[in-house]
């Protein structure tokens, strides 16, 4: 196959990994599993094994996209050296990479979803171990059951988790848009709304939580998924003090589920900052991956 190379590591760790890479994905290799991975790469091991020429040209690909996806210039440095230093960069890269890509795609001031883009496997939320604030909210299928995850974890911590706003059409955007316009000024409501077609809650993985404003960081359920919603695949997309990257205030309530090998690739080397590593994956998959 023209499109699939092999990739020989010699990351100098002890063990050796083998790879396929096809374009942008890996194949899920029988390989021995070496201690001190964690639970979130165990089950698909990229060993991965460049030859010098290749590790150069990793690291300058590495480089270009970091730049294009304007990455400040200390984190980039720090995701260069970890990069260097070993295969897991691009290991967990390649694992935030698999499946569906609406977990990844970038959706804010500047990238807009398709004005048709309407999910296919949208569920109403019927409040299992969580609530819900009125009927008829939407989510896609997966982040249903991550949310139902979730809330369970939270209430055995006796936190009840109470969602008010998920799924938004194209549509019902433009309607909520006008208003804040009319209402507030242009200004106010694209800092606090979004045009139609731009607002992440299109995509059918994003849940407000209760109550939608800055209290909800006071309440039990606020901090509590601040802490352990990374676990179950949901990240925050506008962390506080972020606004020049994000394009919105601190939004303690507004959470897009990713799935968690990108929250993991998120925290891990991205401090976190959901917008960076979306960001840097559009990048890297819009210039063809390695
Ligand atoms: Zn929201």
């Known amino acids: ?30 390989t021995q599993s070496p201690a001190g991975l964690d639970r979130h790469r165990t089950e698909q091991i ?11 040209s990793y690291m300058v690909f590495l480089t270009r996209i970091l730049e294009e996806a304007e990455i400040p210039e200390e984190l980039a440095r720090h995701i260069q050296g970890v990069a260097a230093e070993g295969p897991a ?3 967990d890269l390649l694992s935030a990479l698999e499946g569906d890509p609406y977990l990844r795609v970038l959706v804010d001031k500047e990238h807009a979803l398709a004005v048709a883009y309407e999910p296919e496997d949208l569920v109403e939320l019927t409040g299992g171990f969580y609530r819900v604030s009125r009927r008829g909210l939407l989510l896609r299928r997966a982040a249903g059951m991550a949310l139902e995850e979730m809330a369970a974890a939270a209430q055995a911590d006796g936190v009840l ?24 000024g242009q200004e106010t409501a694209d800092r606090e709304s979004a ?25 039990k359920a606020g901090p509590w998924v601040e802490e352990h919603g990374r676990l ?25 589920y990713v799935g968690r090998e990108l929250t993991y690739f998120i925290d891990t080397y991205f401090n976190g900052i959901q917008q960076y590593a979306l960001r840097f994956i559009y990048h890297w998959e819009k210039a063809g991956g390695l």
């Open 1 to 30: 196959m023209s499109n699939t190379r092999r990739i020989m590591l010699s990351p100098g760790m002890g063990f050796l990994w083998v790879c396929t890479l096809v374009g942008l994905g890996c194949s899920k290799a029988e």
């Open 46 to 56: 990229l060993p991965v094994n460049l030859n010098d020429a290749e590790e150069e």
């Open 89 to 91: 960069f691009l290991m």
């Open 161 to 184: 988790i109470t969602v008010s706003s998920a799924y938004r059409s194209y549509s019902y955007q433009e309607t909520v848009y006008a208003r804040n316009v009319r209402e507030s």
């Open 195 to 219: 045009r139609p077609g731009h607002s992440q809650h299109q995509l059918g993985l994003v849940v407000d939580f209760d109550p939608i404003d800055d209290s909800f960081a006071e309440t």
């Open 232 to 256: 179950f695949g949901w990240s925050i997309s506008y962390p506080q003090g972020y606004e020049a990257l994000t394009g919105y205030r601190w939004e303690s309530w507004h959470y897009r």
